[in-house]
C-alpha cells in the first residue's frame, strides 16, 4: 500500500481544491498516469500517481482544500484492492472490546469512501440503505450522488420555523447560490488586497490610432505570410510600454518593505479573461523579442489560457500589466493593479470621434483612451503623466517602435 500526496508545487503555493478524481477506487492505476485535477490559486494542474496498481481508497473528496504534503488516496501496489474491503470505520468507544465490535450495526459499519461519507452526511442519507455499483460492496461518491436523501414523515417533522428574513434567499427558488471557485475566491481577495495596500491612482490620456492602423493595414498581408501569425495591436502597445518604461524605470519597479526593487528587465504581463476568472500570463524578455514573437507568444498563451492548460512558470513574475477592456467594448476603465507592481496600462475600445486638428480643421479619427493605474507610494503623478505622454508619442509615431527594434 502506498499513499499518493500533494507534490510541492510552487515555492508561493501551499494548498489547493480538489477539482476533479479522474480515477476512482477499484481502478487500475499506471505509474506516472494522472489521478486527479488540483485547482491551486493560480492554474489547475494535474497530479500524477508515482505508483502502480489499484487505486483503493480516496482520502478526500472534490471540493475539498488539501495541503501540500497530505495524504489523498491510497495505491495498492501488487495491482490489488487487498485492504479497502476490510476497512471497518466503527464509532471511538473507551476501551471497546472486540464483542462490542461485533454489536456495531450495520449501517455504521459500512464500507466507504472518506468522499462518500462526507456526502452523505450533508445529505442526510443512510450509507446503509445505498445501493453500492463496486464488487466489493464499498460506497462510492458516485452512488451517494445518485440516491435520495429520506424524506421526513409527518411524526418527524420539526416544529414550523420562523420566516426567515428577507436578505435570506437560499431557499428562494428564483435564486441561484454558485460557490465561488478557488480561483475567484483568489482573484477576489488579492483585487481587495491591492487596493487596501497600494496607494492607488489612475491618470489618462487618449491616443490617436490612425498611424498604428494605417501601419497594419499595409503590412498585415505580408506580416502573416512571413511569420504566421497575425500583426495585432498588442504587439505595438507591448512594444510602446517597453520604451516608456526604460524612461520611467520606477514603473518597472517592485515595493518590498523600505525598499525599492528596480528591474533591469521586461517582463511584460498580458490580462487574459477565461470562464474562470482573469489571468495574467507574461511574456518573457519583450524588450529583446521582435513584434512577430510577441504576437505569437500573446497567441500562445492566450490559447493556454482558454484551455487551462497555463503552468506556473507562465504566471509567476511580470513586471507591468497590459490589459484591454476595449475587446469587449469598454471604453474607459481604471485597471486594479497586478501585485506586486506598480503599474498596469489599459487598452480600450477604438472609437472614431471628431479630432480638432487646428483652430479650423476637424477630422474623425480612430481615438482610444489610455488609462494608467500606478502606486503613488513610488510613482509620482509626473513620472505616471510622463510615462503615458511617452505610450501615446510612440504609438502616434510607430516607426519609432521599428527603429528601436
Known amino acids: 500500500m502506498a499513499e499518493v500526496k500533494v507534490p510541492e508545487l510552487a515555492e508561493s503555493i501551499s494548498e489547493g481544491t480538489i477539482a476533479q478524481w479522474l480515477k476512482q477506487p477499484g481502478e487500475t492505476v499506471e505509474k506516472g498516469e494522472y489521478l486527479l485535477e488540483l485547482e491551486t490559486d493560480k492554474v489547475n494542474v494535474e497530479i500524477i500517481s508515482d505508483y502502480g496498481g489499484t487505486l483503493s481508497e480516496l482520502l478526500a473528496a472534490e471540493g475539498d482544500t488539501v495541503q501540500v504534503g497530505q495524504a489523498i488516496a491510497v495505491v495498492s501496489e501488487d495491482g490489488t484492492n487487498e485492504g ?50 463496486d464488487p466489493l460492496g464499498r460506497v462510492r461518491i458516485q452512488d451517494v450522488v445518485a440516491a435520495k436523501a429520506p424524506v421526513q414523515t409527518s411524526a418527524q417533522e420539526p416544529a414550523p420555523a420562523k420566516p426567515a428574513p428577507a436578505a435570506q434567499t437560499e431557499h428562494d427558488d428564483r435564486v441561484e447560490v454558485v460557490k465561488m471557485s478557488r480561483r475567484r475566491q483568489t482573484i477576489a481577495k488579492r483585487l481587495v488586497e491591492v487596493q487596501h495596500e497600494a496607494a492607488m491612482l489612475t491618470t489618462f490620456n487618449e491616443v490617436d490610432m490612425t498611424a498604428v492602423m494605417d501601419l497594419r493595414k499595409r503590412h498585415k498581408d505580408a506580416f502573416v505570410k512571413q511569420n504566421d501569425v497575425k500583426l495585432g495591436f498588442m504587439s505595438f502597445f507591448t512594444k510602446a510600454v517597453i520604451g516608456a518604461l526604460k524612461k520611467y524605470p520606477l514603473l518597472n519597479a517592485e515595493i518590498n518593505g523600505n525598499e525599492i526593487l528596480k528591474k533591469k528587465f521586461y517582463d511584460i504581463g498580458v490580462a487574459v479573461s477565461t470562464d474562470d476568472g482573469l489571468v495574467v500570463p507574461v511574456v518573457r524578455d519583450a524588450d529583446r523579442k521582435s513584434f512577430a514573437e510577441i504576437e505569437q507568444s500573446i497567441s500562445d498563451l492566450a490559447v493556454k489560457a482558454r484551455n487551462n492548460k497555463l503552468a506556473l512558470a507562465d504566471l509567476s513574475g511580470g513586471t507591468f500589466t497590459i490589459t484591454n477592456g476595449g475587446t469587449f ?19 480600450h475600445k477604438i472609437q472614431v470621434r471628431p479630432v480638432a486638428i487646428d483652430n479650423d480643421n476637424f477630422e474623425n479619427r480612430p481615438m482610444m483612451y489610455l488609462a494608467l493605474s500606478y502606486d503613488h507610494r513610488i510613482v509620482d503623478g509626473k513620472e505616471a503623466v510622463g510615462f503615458l505622454v511617452t505610450v501615446k508619442a510612440l504609438l502616434e509615431d510607430p516607426e519609432q517602435l521599428l527603429l528601436q527594434g
Open 329 to 347: 467594448g469598454s471604453l474607459l476603465s481604471t485597471p486594479i493593479l497586478n501585485a506586486p507592481q506598480v503599474g498596469i496600462l489599459g487598452m
Open 84 to 133: 479497502t474491503s476490510s476497512k471497518v470505520e466503527v464509532p471511538v468507544v473507551e476501551e471497546l472490546k472486540a464483542e462490542e465490535v461485533n454489536s456495531v450495526p450495520t449501517a455504521q459499519r459500512t464500507i466507504a469512501s472518506p468522499a462518500a461519507r462526507k456526502l452523505a452526511r450533508e445529505k442526510g442519507i443512510d450509507l446503509s440503505q445505498v445501493p453500492a455499483v
